[in-house]
């Protein structure tokens, strides 16, 4: 059993050498438990707050020595649980190794998929993070323009794409001319701009000439310096992440603009509010599930997948999510299906 632990935590942006490669023997399942075979690991930005010394509060840190935490596409290859028998695929937590056990408590029962992964992406925790926070917190209605950042990731494409079914025009920004292009062209975005471009806030503010009614955060920083003059009176913001400072050491230098911030909020009576999507799941994962189904199904939602072969590729592969290096939701193949 490959696993990886983690052997430092990182300052700055994670190194290579903040991951430990160890070989243990693969565990043996006691009365009542499953042993898991990882088929897909899911790389997600949350894993870089639980390589922290200080815990982001939603969930525990993964204490040094430990196994790496991630969301997986398993096959039980063994069974003690009355509930599962060996062949079966579930949605499961066994992190970045090869095997883990399971008493069955976290496993969801994925009967057969086409293409299992998308269980980790748009028909899993992203897609419902999108939704949640889109439907809940932005609640776009018909004509009104909503901004998304990351909008060809897992969530943001999500988001841009369901802010579209629900009548909305959608702006989404991006890393990079091959992903503009992806989220006008096969996304059906109104508008899409690079963030790296010197123009940036120009540009964002000629894309939305009546102003952002809905901004979905998902990465703060200089994206949002250009968002914030922008926000028309009565934005909702759903603070769904804020990637760009997750590698911050410390804080960042000035200009204080907690007061602009401040009084934006006050004087267009913008609801900014965040959401850990932990706190959803339950029936309405399953509700949600069915309907982003149909979505993919009707080709409604598009999800592109960015696939790494190989479980020693993960470190990498998550160092480049963190820089913009992904493009669509990042998966790992740990073993053939
Ligand atoms: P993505 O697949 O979107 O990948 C991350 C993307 O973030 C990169 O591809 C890059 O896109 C963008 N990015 C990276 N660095 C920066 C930067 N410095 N400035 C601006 N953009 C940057 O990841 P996810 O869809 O999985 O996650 C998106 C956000 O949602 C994250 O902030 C994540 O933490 C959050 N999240 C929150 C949840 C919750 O419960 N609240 C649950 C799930 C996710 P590009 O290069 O195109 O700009």
């Not at 840190?61 to 790496?68: D, K, S």
């Not at 702006?171 to 963030?195: N, S, T």
């Not at 926000?231 to 603070?239: H, I, T």
């Amino acid at each position: 059993n490959r696993r990886y632990t983690l052997a430092a935590h990182p300052r700055g942006l994670p190194a290579p050498q903040d991951f430990r490669l160890e070989t243990t023997p693969v565990p043996t399942p006691a009365d009542g438990q499953v042993l898991l075979r990882t088929l897909y690991l899911s790389l997600d930005p949350y894993m870089r707050n639980l390589m922290a010394e200080v815990g982001p509060g939603y969930a525990d840190p993964v204490p040094l020595g430990a196994p790496m935490v991630g969301g997986t596409v398993s096959r039980v290859v063994a069974s003690r649980h009355p509930k599962f028998a060996a062949g079966e695929l579930v949605l499961a937590n066994a992190g970045w190794q090869d095997y883990a056990l399971s008493d069955g408590a976290d496993l969801l029962p994925l009967g057969d998929m086409a293409q299992p992964s998308l269980a980790l992406g748009g028909l899993g925790m992203p897609g419902f993070t999108a939704h949640v926070g889109l439907l809940d917190i932005g609640q776009p209605r018909p004509g009104e323009t909503v901004v998304v950042a990351a909008a060809t990731g897992a969530v943001g494409a999500v988001v841009g794409q369901i802010a579209k079914l629900k009548g909305a025009r959608v702006v989404g920004i991006v890393g990079g001319a091959d992903k503009r292009r992806y989220a006008v062209e096969e996304l059906g975005f109104d508008a899409c701009i690079d963030r790296r471009d010197p123009q940036f806030a120009q540009q964002l503010a000629a894309a939305c000439p009546a102003g952002i009614d809905v901004y979905f955060e998902n990465v703060g920083g200089a994206v949002f310096d250009a968002v914030l003059p922008r926000l028309n009176v009565g934005a909702r913001v759903p603070v769904c992440g804020f990637i760009a400072h997750y590698n911050e050491a410390a804080a960042p230098a000035g200009p204080d603009r907690l007061p602009q911030l401040v009084a934006t909020l006050l004087q267009k009576r913008i609801r900014m509010q965040g959401f850990i999507i932990l706190d959803h799941y339950g029936e309405r994962f399953e509700a949600f599930r069915r309907e982003m189904g149909e979505w993919v199904a009707a080709g409604r939602v598009k999800l592109r997948e960015d696939r790494v072969d190989g479980l020693e590729q993960a470190p990498e592969a998550f160092i480049g999510l963190l820089q913009g290096r992904n493009f669509g939701k990042l998966v790992v193949r740990v073993a053939q299906d």
